[in-house]
DNA sequence: CGCTTTTGACTGACTAGTCAGTAAGTACGA
DNA sequence: TCGTACTTACTGACTAGTCAGTCAAAAGCG
């Protein structure tokens, strides 16, 4: 009956049940994700959820809203500005770094699949993903203007490294492949060489 | 003795309840899948289902059976053995032919996001992947062997497709988006003919 | 005090799976 | 050829459990 030490640092409830959900994400998956289980990791009843979000769709919309601005905060950091390199270290956000997080990417393949069904869920997923592509374009163009990367379509090397990066995620959580990632940074920087860099 | 007699025309229960499966899973989606809905589009009571199938579980594993199986034969159908026609009919129908099943793409990937927790899912999964996978290393093994392709790591490139598939289907889903497909049977094109077709 | 927050008890809807019983067809023995 | 036994396919009623959401009352607090 301890699910988690109550840290007194932050008394705001909003970020309290934000850590319960992810932590009742991680541990049940979504398809499983309850009220009950949100309160139990929170420590409260599941009327006090209620009490701070009116349905279950609300309260998941607001996780998935603090979800996405953590992950374009962590992507912001990326602060080199050689094209080449900065698409280097943005593909090892996209792929390397979210292995330590297996059991949110399990939870949030879960979520996507939901998107049809779910108008609250698609916007945001695709407000994440039109973020994302921004990046990687603003990353492309810039190559291109500075002559590192031949005269591409930007939009179309974006789309087209996001189709590698979901593929990578759909098949580590699908086929639980440990290596999928691994092989999927290497063949985004297959891409970013024989279709991207100029070679003279 | 036997369940199967195979040439008893028509009335097969099994293929009744393997087609009501499809139809209520294309109206309601796998999360909404209920063995009452099934029954619905059987015509029978749930009951009837359960004289089939113990449980749920046993059902839905028997569907993937099936639907794997149209799928594997639907491969199968690709004749041709020239290296980089083959390569090009086994994309379009991994990226083009599956344009036409959009409600069932939506379910698959629905089931997919289960296959962390349900290892009869994730069996099936990855015989699928694994059969798929093996037909596009014959293909590229046949090509390196004619001069067609560069000496590249068969292996690898087939994974690397399979995850532009992955990623395109699961994009077409998530984000609802029409042009998916076609983005990335562009982008499959581009990954053969940089990094598999021999230049010069 | 009065306001916010939380609780426990509850509801109504829905779920997979069980069970006894039925109808129709088939196999077999005399 | 009749009758008995057995099989397949199914029904309707039911159990036991889940779930999100409601509400009156109470606790905590400034």
Chains 1, 2 share one sequence.
Do not use: C, W
């Amino acid at each position: 009956m301890m699910p988690d030490a109550p840290d007194r640092r932050s008394a705001d409830p909003n970020e309290g049940i934000m850590r319960a959900t992810s932590r009742a994400l991680r541990d049940h998956g979504y398809a499983d994700l309850t009220i009950k289980r949100i309160a139990e990791e929170y420590g409260k009843s599941t009327a006090a959820i209620h009490y701070h979000y009116d349905t279950k769709d609300d309260l998941l919309a607001a996780y998935l809203d603090h979800l996405i601005d953590q992950f374009a905060s962590s992507v912001r950091e990326v602060e080199t500005t050689d094209p080449a390199e900065r698409m280097d270290l943005l593909l090892d956000k996209l792929l390397v770094d979210v292995a330590e997080y297996r059991e949110l990417l399990v939870a949030m393949l879960e979520m996507r699949s939901q998107a049809p069904y779910k108008e609250a869920f698609r916007e945001r997923f695709r407000q994440n993903d039109e973020y994302l592509r921004y990046m990687l374009k603003a990353v492309i163009n810039h190559g291109i203007d500075e002559g590192v990367f031949r005269d591409v379509d930007a939009d179309h090397a974006a789309r087209a490294l996001m189709t590698i990066v979901d593929g990578a995620r759909t098949r580590a959580v699908v086929l639980d492949d440990g290596e999928a990632l691994e092989t999927a940074r290497q063949t985004a920087d297959e891409y970013v060489e024989t279709v991207l860099v100029a070679d003279d």
